[in-house]
């Protein structure tokens, strides 16, 4: 913590908020000093982001006091909040692709009556960078951009407006091991230049490493507010759900002598005179998870992409029991059990204008279990939108609720739980527990190795190391589109990896 600085930044005394029937906050009371960075950790559905969002001025409080350095305040909206030092940067970027990054950076800020003043304001940019170390090129497109510097871009925007607070949602749900470690290093000079983060993750690890203080939510209420110092990940985790994590079930051995269910040969994708796959080749066996690991950009994207049948513009062969992979229609591969988790759950998996039930039910519509005679079968639906989440513990659980209005967590649950709702043969699950709370993966992980052991094959492809050793029977990684190196489970480190994931040998 900055000793100069021990006030507090903002405090939240008693807020509530309530949508509808829903009671997002209770009576939520908690400080955050100046010059620090402060964890808020919880569930999915906790409540974490509203707050957050409440002192952003995107939501107003329907009960309680916010202070800003000791002041009340109500905000009309992120305008005023941004006027006071305060900014948000989202779980989902909000940036125009086709602008460069000064025009992004100033968009909203353009003064009334005189024209920009571009000169000066990439001057400032500049100057700002140089302050902060950031490294992002102010003309370059942000549609050029990796994950890691459009993440920079939205940071540096709250910074031209002069933010004294800067509340960081998720903030490294997409980012690499390697953007980890920068953006680590990049909170500790704000930190250490008088600035005060709010850092909202599920990723323990990471809120015991950037963090001095901690808050933990739970059902929409405040567990409590200690210091991370005195903390371990098994006891903030504790502390999150409630209870004690258990440990993965003991799984089967894999029946090496049964016939690959997905085959891939040689498989080459180019895009735009580009090899993004060159030569892969691997088998998946029923009751077999392949682990795919490696930094985002290697391939990852294309190989899921045609393992969900979308591209098939590609050189080698893909086989599911036999059969090439592009001959299927997307009706006779969900009758042959395929399961799709996406890696953009919002571009490829729900549809946020929709409701739950609508999302639940979306390439499954044409299902005897829901329409007869042309006719939706709403109760059987409803029945069975409830019995999901339930089950998948999604919150609210109200069918009717719309999908925008879930956290990033809870939408993934959504398009789990649709998933698993019918015998799965095949699963494709690429960064399957993106923005999931430590409860809801220890459930899923649970998931996967029971499917597993009931025969399926699963292709589970994430930049969580953590993951795949803990899922995988076996290993690959991608480097450049190529197969970089490949091991059991048994014989896989993270240090193997990590050399793999780079390009070294071993």
Known sequence: MNNAQSAAAFEFEGVTKIFGSVTANSDVSFSVESGTIHGVV??????????????????????????????????????????????????????????????????????????????????????????FGFQVDLHARISDLTVGQQQQVEILKLLYRKAEILILDEPTAVLTPQEVDVLLERLKNLRDLGKTVVFISHKLREILSFTENVTIMRHGKVVETLPTSGLTESSLAEKMVGRKLRALPVRKPVDTARSPRLSIDNLCVEKDGQAKLSN???DVRPGEIIG?????????????????????????????????????????????????????RLKEAVVTDFCIRENYILGHHWEKEFVSHGTFQMPKIQAAVKSALETFDVRPREPEWPMSGLSGGNQ??????????????????????????????????????????????????????EEILQLSDRILVLYEGKIQGQCLRKDATEEKLGLWMTGGQQ
């Open 42 to 131: 919880g569930e999915n559905g906790a409540g974490k982001s509203t707050i957050m969002k409440i002192l952003y001025g995107m939501y107003h409080p329907d009960g309680g006091t916010i202070l800003v350095q000791g002041k009340p305040v109500r905000f009309k909206s992120s305008h005023d909040a941004i006027s006071l030092g305060i900014g948000m940067v989202h779980q989902h970027f909000m940036l125009v692709p086709t602008l460069t990054v000064w025009q992004n950076v100033v968009l909203g800020m353009e003064p009334k009556k005189w024209n920009l003043n571009r000169n000066n304001s990439i001057t400032e940019l500049n100057n700002i960078k140089c302050q």
């Open 280 to 282: 892969v080749s691997f």
């Open 292 to 344: 795919i690991a490696g930094v985002d950009g290697n391939g990852q994207h294309e190989l899921v992409q045609v393992l969900m049948n979308v591209a098939r513009d590609y050189e080698g062969k893909v086989l599911l029991d036999g059969k090439p992979l592009r001959e299927c229609r997307t009706y006779e591969l969900k009758q042959k059990g395929l399961a799709v988790v996406p890696p953009d």
């Open 412 to 465: 993934q649950k959504v398009v789990l739980a649709r998933e698993f709702a019918r015998p799965v043969e095949l699963l494709v699950a690429a960064q399957p527990t993106r923005g999931v709370d430590i409860g809801a993966i220890e459930f899923i992980h649970a998931r996967f190795i029971q499917k597993r052991d009931e025969g399926a094959s699963i292709v589970l492809v994430s930049t969580e190391l």
